[in-house]
């Protein structure tokens, strides 16, 4: 069977494979190359990434010889080719005749050339020569039966704030508010006489402009808001320019970029749209093991959650090692195969490597590989990567275009992101996104399946919401929140939950939300790191004190409001820390402070409960429980061991495990030693 996904390149298999630079060694080393592909069942290669310095050494000269031999030599070998257009780190030759291709910073100095990710995307002169290579690539290569897929740049990031930007940000300006009196509104600018006349007198928010002490402390957070609004889409501009240059040549065959999971400078939800599937690179940071299990899960989800639930491909992650951190302790035995599992347990229908043959020099010479300096196949490395491919191909194509469904939402907004962590006033050290992973964490590890989604999804196939730092208030979300409560929904808000519009701007009056969750927040008080206030929670007829921090909202109940938990200490001790409101047949619960890991389980364990929605083998810590749907309706029970010691369950399903043919009966007891991984085949739908 050849997957069919709209969308996805077609595959009869998972993919597997990686990020393949030939062109750094002699052909003779490409033979080795290949035989150990083939030991370890490697099937489609991204070529070409950085490729544009020896497929263009002059603005007048294109040379694709080298590149012809490589795409010629994988397909000679029966394998696969993602194709990449180079623009990811362009040539010395275009910074040197277009000095404004190099960016400025954000303290306003002019780079010269040097690294990667260096040019700036308002540069015509880049744009022009990026897109005429996208051109040539896919008018050469456009319909070779190997190229399965197009890689557009590489890991879009960073921004830059020189003149030519400042000219895109008035001319985005222009498009978004049609007027300098809107702009003067949305930005509040009588307040420090900041009112624009012209817009030519806005410039781009910087260290020379609106910012101190860095990127977050910024006078007005309405113009830097935009800023980083126009830079996620200055950036989306080449992508779509690259991509509509292939489209000239290749109708068909899917394009995409990697992404880098939770990068807070690219708002990928914009970019969603114009991607025709999902895949990211999964270097997730070094931590506990179930903290970064959950981590990797909650990426996954949201990667997933950028095209409404269709199955992404993981683009990179190491075999072995990183080479970017100040630590880069290696991957222990069984892990690569244990995250690979769960990737494709959360929808990646392909996993691939960074990098396939480890460089000699540079910056990513020490970062894993499949094949490392020595070129050996008997490195445990490698063994372990063959080995992967081995059960990999054992699946063939049962889970190919395979479902992640889901009855939790989790809100991910980055407008909500960026704007918490750059507004001053309250605490500046609530981090966005640690409070978003540490909500998904609490739901990871009730095993219960959560789809990370966008705050203008479709919320009517949920049972629960939870909407952690819901800062920023949009459109006519406050609505649909309300209508999805009076539906019967869980709603989970926290606090700083929506304080301002999409301007940035607070509320005057009573928030929207406030008559949902039957609270108004009177005064927010804050504390440093370390100290506390007892929280007691009042759940299930039981009463457990928890410590919270950082951040207490004083909460005024609204009659009819149930209090769930109450402050033990200051001048608000005993009153509102955690609510919840019935409306129609449906809860709304806000809580207001930031709970220890305990509190935050407590309640959204009780809001589970109330839907049926506690996973499989919650009580076993350390054991996730994924289930993936394929096409055919046949559900696959994935059980993962991210713990340490052996882990003793009792089975809640029977079926045929994919990669041993092990079969197994419900309510049979099943030992999972360290990193083990099983695939059940269930008998029945989940």
Known sequence: MTSHVPGLPLSDHLRYGGDYNPEQWPEHVWDADHAAFTEARITTLTV??????HTQPAEDRYDFSRLDAIVERVAAEGRQVVLATPSGAMPPWLARAYPDACRVDFEGRRHVYG??????????????????????????????????????????????????????????????????????????????????????????????????RGPNHTAFQGITLDYRRFMSDALLGGFVAE??????????????????????????????????????????????????????????????????????????????ITASRDVNPVKRPGVLALWTWQSVAHGADAALYFQMRQSRGACEKYHGAVIDHSGRTDTRVFREV????????????????????????????????????????????????????????????????VDVVPVT???????????????????????RLTAFVEGGGSLVTTFYGGRVDEDTNAF??????????????????????????????????????HDARLVFELLVAQAGTEVVGTYGADFYAGTPAVTRAGRGRGEAWHVGTGLDDDGVAAVLRTVLDRHGLVGPHAGDDGVEVVDRVAPDGTCYRFLLHHGDGLRTVTLEVGGTDLLTGREVAVGEELTLAPAQVMVLRQGEAC
Not at 271 to 286: I, V
Not at 308 to 320: A, D
Not at 412 to 438: C, I, K
Request: with cysteine; proline share 7%.
């Open 243 to 320: 991509k509509a240059a292939i489209r000239r040549h290749d109708a068909t065959t899917p394009v995409t970029t990697n992404l880098m999971g939770f990068y807070q400078p690219v708002d990928y939800h914009r970019w969603a749209e114009h991607l025709d599937f999902a895949s990211w690179d999964n270097y997730p940071p070094a931590d506990d093991p179930l903290r970064t299990a959950a981590r990797m899960a909650a990426t996954h989800a949201a990667m997933r959650g950028l095209k409404g639930g269709q199955p992404f491909w993981v683009m990179e992650q190491t075999p072995s």
């Open 48 to 53: 070409g990434v950085f490729a544009w310095a």
């Open 457 to 479: 999804a479709d919320l009517s196939g949920y049972d629960v919401v939870v909407a952690p730092l819901l800062h920023m208030l949009k459109g006519d979300l406050a609505d």
């Open 508 to 545: 005057l009056g009573a928030p929207p939300l406030d008559a949902l969750l039957g609270v108004r927040v009177e005064e927010t008080d804050s504390a440093a790191p370390g100290a506390a206030n007892p929280v007691t929670l009042r759940l299930n007829g039981s009463e457990v004190v």
């Open 386 to 449: 063959a080995e992967l491919g081995g059960a990999l191909a054992v699946t063939g194509d049962a889970l190919l275009g395979a479902r992640t469904p889901a009855r939790v939402a989790l809100l991910l907004d980055w407008d909500s992101w960026w704007a918490v962590e750059m507004t001053d006033g309250y605490n500046r050290h609530v981090g966005y996104l640690p409070t978003f992973l540490q909500y998904h964490r609490a739901l990871w590890h009730a095993n219960t399946p």
């Open 115 to 212: 690294q990667r990710h260096n040019h700036c995307p308002s540069s015509p002169d880049f744009r022009r020569l990026s897109v005429a290579m996208a051109d040539r690539l896919a008018e050469r290569y456009a319909g070779h039966p190997a190229v399965v897929a197009w890689h557009v740049g590489n890991e879009y990031g960073g921004g830059c704030w020189c003149e030519l930007c400042t000219a895109g940000f008035r001319v985005w300006l222009r498009e978004r508010y049609g007027s300098l009196e809107r702009l003067n509104e949305a930005w509040n600018t009588l307040f420090w006489s900041h009112v624009f006349t012209d817009w030519d007198e806005i410039p781009a928010p910087s260290m020379l402009s609106e910012h101190w």
